[in-house]
């Protein structure tokens, strides 16, 4: 509430609201002298609503309460006054905060004289009293007590995307900042102070918030993160084994101050201790490459400090996971390599490969029409044109989905899918969105990360208990987290870091809202 003395201060600036009140009677001191301006102010507001003398129609220390109807009648306060503050909680807020008066009259006095709100914006609006009343009414009617994130200059941030990483989790919000959350010993929050924090930090460029990201390349293995700004920048911060950043093997860094090369970046992934990205369409890797997740054959050695080509072209997007990565090519084809346990690279072999293999289908024809992939600990899954999810690799988890509990060296149906938009591949355990916001998640569901509230193993999708429709999800090692279609986002599963960015370290098997302030 604002002191009476700098009301009057105001005076100047609201002749209005101060010739119907008057600094000493605001302050409670009875002045003749103003009492009679006062009163002469309102025979004279009176003469103009009326076109009467108001003398003739009531008292001379006020208007009677006939004028003011008739008044009223011409413009009603209350809408006014509603259609001013912006359908705030109540209009005792204006009062308390704008007038500090004794009495609504003062208002209905000011307001009453004019049929149209410019009176009302330029008493009160034009006054010292306008930043208080945009703090408490304007920004409140904008934003909203149900906005996700948090209200900047009059605009709701609400969370575009979220990964999940390695017991650390980040996001990319609507104002293009990004927020990470969980384990940070290695400088992977990126927030320049190498903690671990259970409630999500702002990733920093130096002292100030990194701006203009436009994406967080998933990876569910890792430990360093990687973001693709809006104009093609890398910037990479977390754990630098094996020159995993790109920046030259410059160590762990604990901000997103640098990044490799400034190539126009158009995808980004991270795996454990190596990163891919597409630049020209064409596949670029570093960081570790001892069983060949780098896609080239190294001549010496088993780590690429920056970027180098792997001479494999027309990539549309790349993804990574613990060691060997999957590609989608622009023919909706996709191809992989590194290390091929378990039959990850799908190409109906377990041999090792340092160059890319195509993923073939189990009826030997190779897979086609993908719309996209995500890979796993050591599996991959893709989504179809026909809205129906195929996965290979390791399966003894369940995480492929198609109730058979073990490994598949080919591209297999998922159980039970026919309408996913979005797939994502954790450890040993995945989830897909369906085109109706449901989730669906399957395979290892150690800490409830299938978000089905149990701890179960599942070998075919079950629906997690979401509280509302879902836009995005992603899977880690021991957790999930997904954003919804109003822009929140919840998570679930192991928290010991405090990767579930609810403000604590206790593990849950439903899914639980990130708190963000």
């Not at 369940?398 to 297999?412: I, K, M, R």
């Amino acid at each position: 509430m604002l002191p009476l003395s700098r009301l009057c201060r105001a005076a100047t600036l609201a002749p209005i609201l101060f010739a119907s009140v008057g600094c000493n009677s605001v302050l409670g001191i009875e002045d003749p002298v103003a009492r009679e301006q006062t009163d002469a102010a309102a025979d004279q507001a009176a003469d103009v609503a009326t076109g009467t003398d108001a003398g003739q129609e009531g008292s001379a220390d006020s208007p009677s309460g006939d004028v003011v109807e008739d008044v009223a009648l011409d413009s009603p306060t209350q809408d006014v006054l509603e259609d001013v503050v912006l359908d705030s909680p109540s209009q005792d807020v204006l009062e308390d905060v704008v007038l500090d008066s004794p009495s609504q009259d003062v208002l209905e006095d000011v307001a009453l004289d004019s049929p149209t709100q410019d009176v009302l914006e330029d008493v009160v609006l034009d006054s010292p009293t306008q930043d208080v009343l945009e703090d408490v009414v304007g920004e409140a009617a904008t934003c909203g007590p149900e906005c996700p994130v948090e209200c900047v200059q009059n605009q709701c941030v609400t969370v575009s995307r979220i990964v999940a990483l390695d017991q650390l989790t980040c996001a990319v919000l609507s104002n293009h900042t990004a927020r990470c959350f969980g384990l940070g010993a290695d400088g992977q929050l990126g927030d320049g102070l190498s903690e671990t924090s259970p409630t999500p930090r702002v990733v920093k460029d130096g002292t100030n918030p990194l701006e203009n990201v436009a994406a967080i390349g998933p990876g569910p293995m890792s430990q360093h993160v990687c973001a693709r700004l809006m104009d093609g920048h890398l910037r990479c911060w977390g754990n630098d084994s094996y020159g995993a950043l790109g920046v030259g093997n410059a160590g762990d860094l604990d901000d997103a101050s640098q990044g490799p090369a400034p190539f126009p970046w158009t995808d980004v992934a991270v795996g454990g201790y190596f990163t891919c990205g597409v630049k020209d369409a064409g596949l670029w890797c570093w960081g570790r490459g001892n069983a060949g997740q780098l896609g080239f054959a190294l001549d010496g050695g088993t780590t690429v400090t920056e970027p180098m080509s792997a001479g494999f072209g027309n990539v549309s997007s790349v993804r990574s996971g613990d060691i060997h990565s999957c590609a989608r090519r622009t023919d909706g084809s996709v191809w992989c390599w590194g290390n091929n346990d378990n039959g990850r690279l799908g190409n109906q072999s377990t041999a090792a490969s340092p160059t890319p293999v195509q993923v073939k289908l189990c009826n030997g024809s190779t897979l086609g029409g993908v719309e996209s992939v995500s890979v796993g600990g050591g599996h991959a899954c893709a989504v179809l044109t026909n809205k129906t999810v195929v996965c290979w690799g390791r399966g003894g988890s369940g995480e492929l989905g198609d109730n058979l509990a073990q490994d598949s060296h080919c591209a297999t149906p998922v159980a039970g899918l026919n309408d996913a938009k979005s797939v994502s591949c954790g450890a040993d355990s995945s989830c897909a969105v369906t085109g109706a916001g449901i989730l669906e998640c399957w395979g290892d569901n150690g800490s409830g990360k299938l978000g089905d509230g149990t701890q179960v193993q599942r070998n075919t999708p079950v629906l997690a208990k979401t509280p509302s429709a879902v836009e995005q999800v992603s899977c880690g090692i021991v957790h999930t987290c997904a954003v919804h279609l109003d822009g929140s986002a919840t998570c679930w599963g192991y928290n010991s870091f405090g990767e579930l960015g609810d403000g604590t370290k206790s593990s849950h098997a439903v899914p639980k809202p990130v708190l963000w302030k």
